[in-house]
């Protein structure tokens, strides 16, 4: 059983038009920039399942209002015709319940926990016959302008049909949702700003509920009342004590009278085990003074990882007894919970990376049976690192409407051989999730290359990973990643080679570039050649309008063959002094010819201007087949100044920073856009 989605109106940042979530059976990741709703969808599933009343009462706060509105009384709105007034406002939070869980509209299997329960669903499922069970829970609220206090009036029910429900009580697909049917699905919400006494107090709670609930302990009761009184006794002897006692007694007889209530006593233990239950304190050790430790002084990160280890412990001991008769404990099937949701809302905020990985590989390996969830917020590169690509839901704020949107991450379907590729590179470069602009690139030089060079452009333009991402492509299924980013509203500039004297390059990464755009969507104003000897026919002339078309839309190139010649052209003392050639008179191009360009290629015969030069293919073999190309370029640009980098800086890449620039929003200066 897991939430599959939840629909939201009118709730904080969701506005009018109800958006619909979806949510991954085990684990889903929400990121996006602050105010994006992230902590708002968490706030929706606390209103739903909350473990105390405040926690599930709508408030003010949670009411959406839009650009340009603002609540007051219903007679206000006469007199001012700048702002559009709100008195009443509908808001409702569903949630769609699967059951994967079932083999079929009918069965369930023994394991689940839910044999118990599932008539209960059956009853209200809003599926049709035949068809998968499914349950609809949703949560309406009334909001009413008051001058003093707001009025909000809200119900559950259970919605026993998929169509669309009219707002309020009177519809026969509506049943109330009792509250101890609410309480078996729980949410376990870990917030990023708390209170560290009030989190170790709530999970030393929840612990004691448990054994409370659960835990048979009639069999010790006798031991423990004897126990219990023979300490009393030695309690009650210690001279102190006894004093106290008498006094108090004493002075307690000339104030009050009475046969009744007339002795005084200190207790030391509950006489009863369930409220003694309720005095148990948790300790750890060792501590460093040998002592044991009270949970109360953790750290927050020490108490956030306690939470999360007694909630897992709690969920691992439901599964284990569930449907079953274990000496120690007791079966009440009518307790257990449905569903447990735990919600991890930016835990990075108080663990270091190395506790982060560890919380979300417990979180995940308890969220992969039928019995729990998890839903984790986070800025974290490092957390989203650890979730599938397909769990991560992308949250964005519309500044001008005021209202939030999810998007899932599409990637190619799995029977697709680029699913292994686009996932694989998604998962390996999170930044692009948190950046403000993401360079699509072919590979290590470009990652080293371009933020250096971006950065001696202008200082704003600064290629950071957290600000700017660097994807490398390898130059391959680029138009997936356009289509991802695309979906995400991430803006974005591809830099490819041109790759000019190699097989089927030069005029034919062009079309390459052209095609991916045409099935992205984006189709050229110009007659397409047909095939890829019409484009080896064009002139130059007709390849410059290609050129130009193709940049329009964020692609550049590295011209004429790639970024490492481009840059050796650029600067060619400095890379000249890290290559082991100094002598380059007694060479021959021919014998670097097929190390640059490779076998299959035309090489210097596909250059009619500007071929390089038998120095540069030797250096440039040197340099960047035979040894590393990122030692390479950060040894180079090493003696380079940021004016001599932006003065020598190759034409293709301060058209790119230009792009870069405009889509942050960065303003230029004169001499810089010149």
Known sequence: MYIRELRLKNFRCFGDHEEVISLDPEMTAFIGDNGSGKTTVLKALQRLFGSTSNERSLRRDDVHFGAGEVPGPANQGDDTEAMPVVSSREIHIEAILDFPELTDATEVRSDTGLDVSVETFHAMSCAGPGTPLQA???????????????????????????EEVPFGEDDIAKI?????????????????????????KSAMKELLVWLER??????????????RTELQKVFDDLPAVNGVVNELTKNWGKLFKGELYSEAKLNILATEIHKALRDLTLKLSPSESGAEYAIEDLSEGQASLLYI????????????????????????????????????????????????????????????????????????????????????????????????????????????????YIYEAVRSNPELYFAKLVVLGEGRSEEIVVPRLAKAF????????????????????????????????????TLLDYDLGRYNAGCLRLKYAVDQLSSF??????????DANAWRGLDKDELVKWYVWVKSNGVYFSLALDL?????????KQY??????????????????????????NGLADYKKNAPSTAELAIYDDLFKKGSKPIAHIEAMASLTDDELKAQCPKSLKKLFKDCAKRLGIELGPRTSE
């Open 136 to 162: 609809r829970i949703r949560l309406e609220a009334n909001w009413e302008y008051g001058i003093d206090e707001d009025d909000i009036v809200q119900r559950i029910y259970w919605v026993t049909t998929t």
């Open 176 to 200: 109330p949702m009792s509250t101890a049917q609410r309480r078996r699905i729980q949410l376990k919400y870990l917030p990023a700003t708390r209170n560290n006494s009030a989190v170790v």
């Open 214 to 227: 659960f835990g048979d302990l009639t069999s010790g009761k006798q031991q423990l009342e004897i126990q």
């Open 309 to 420: 280890s007694i909630v897992a412990s709690i969920i691992q001991l439901n599964e284990r007894h569930i449907g079953k008769s274990v000496t120690g404990y007791r079966d009440v099937p009518e307790l257990k919970p449905w569903l447990t949701i735990i919600a991890l809302e930016e835990p990075e905020n108080h663990l270091s990376p190395f506790y982060l990985s560890r919380m979300i590989a417990l979180m995940s390996s308890l969220c992969t049976g039928d019995s729990a969830m998890g839903i984790l917020t986070t800025h974290s590169a490092g957390a989203i690192r650890r979730v599938k690509p397909e769990q991560i839901r992308y949250m964005r704020h519309d500044e001008q409407n005021r209202v939030s949107y999810s998007k899932s991450i599409n990637l190619p379907p799995k029977t697709d051989e680029k699913y292994k």
């Open 458 to 493: 202008h200082p704003d333009l600064d290629l950071d990973p957290a600000f700017v991402a660097f994807v490398p492509l390898g130059g391959r299924h680029v138009n997936h990643f356009w289509k991802l980013l695309n979906d995400l509203n991430i803006p974005h500039v």
């Open 521 to 530: 969507g984006i189709m050229p104003d110009l007659e397409k050649p047909k």
């Open 564 to 572: 490492d010649m481009m840059m050796l052209k650029a600067f060619p």
């Open 576 to 601: 000249q002094s890290i290559s082991s050639i100094k002598d380059t008179s007694t060479l021959n191009a021919d014998d670097f010819v097929a190390s640059v360009f490779g076998k299959a290629g």
